[in-house]
């Protein structure tokens, strides 16, 4: 049996915008940047990572930075019931950045990155080739409007407040 999601609190939302804004930053910087004790900032990062909330720290790359400036958007329309085989093939493909299973017009939407156009034509035709894709559809990205970000959707909502962290600590984020 699964655990039902896990609902954040106030805490909770500080806690993963100050890992937002300072990724490198231990528990003792953690404590000082919310005004939480060591302990609580420890034993509640420790618990989002447990549940599953918090799921890594990898690094945000600049992908033209890194040298890949073309960033394009794949939909795939899939044969019946290939979705396994398709999840298969794509993590093959390096220039696939991540896909979702979608409802609409397609049945897979990809993210994918190229070093150049050229590239990006070649990344398409291997797509092309896996047997269980029908057709696909490929849209350039231009420019980025909304950087990736959490934050914002998390603090959109009402939260419970902790009842173990000073009011104060909560209220001045």
């Not at 954040?8 to 804004?21: F, G, N, R, S």
């Amino acid at each position: 049996m699964t655990e039902p999601p896990r609902k954040l609190d106030q805490l909770d939302v500080l806690l993963i915008k100050a890992l937002t804004e300072n990724p490198r930053a231990g528990f003792l910087e953690l404590s000082r940047i919310t005004g939480v004790s060591r302990a609580t900032v420890q034993s509640r990062v420790q618990r989002l990572e447990t549940s599953g909330v918090i799921t890594g720290y990898g690094p945000d790359v600049d992908l033209p930075a890194a040298g890949y400036p073309v960033l394009a958007f794949v939909s795939l329309q899939i044969a019946q019931g290939d979705l396994a085989q398709i999840a298969t093939e794509l993590t093959r493909i390096p220039d696939v950045l991540e896909a979702y299973g979608t409802t609409g017009g397609s049945d897979v939407l990809c993210r994918v990155a190229a070093t150049s156009h050229e590239g990006l034509q070649r990344t398409l035709l291997r797509i092309n080739e896996i047997p269980a894709v029908v057709r696909s559809t490929s849209v350039m990205a231009l420019s980025e409007v909304v950087a990736p970000r959490y934050v914002p959707l998390l603090e959109a909502v009402e939260r419970p407040r902790p009842t173990r962290v000073r009011k104060s600590t909560i209220d001045s984020s």
